[in-house]
């Protein structure tokens, strides 16, 4: 069950951070998970704080998970 929430959680954080980007918060439809979400912190678009290639390699480590 813990692992379904943080799954959750991880999925919902991505589509948080394409959301903002892709609304006017900065950024090219090109960039990689971690310059979307600097970009996003940034332009204070996201609740993600802390270290984004830290937060986009859990996101790789759960994506085959999530499909």
Do not use: E, W, Y
């Amino acid at each position: 069950m813990r692992s379904q929430f943080s799954l959750l959680k991880a999925c919902l954080s991505l589509a948080l951070v394409t959301t903002a980007v892709l609304g006017g918060c900065g950024g090219g439809s090109s960039a990689d998970c971690t310059s979307l979400c600097s970009a996003a912190q940034t332009g204070n678009c996201t609740s993600i704080k802390g270290d984004c290639s830290k937060f986009c390699a859990a996101l790789t480590a759960v994506d085959p998970t999530a499909g």
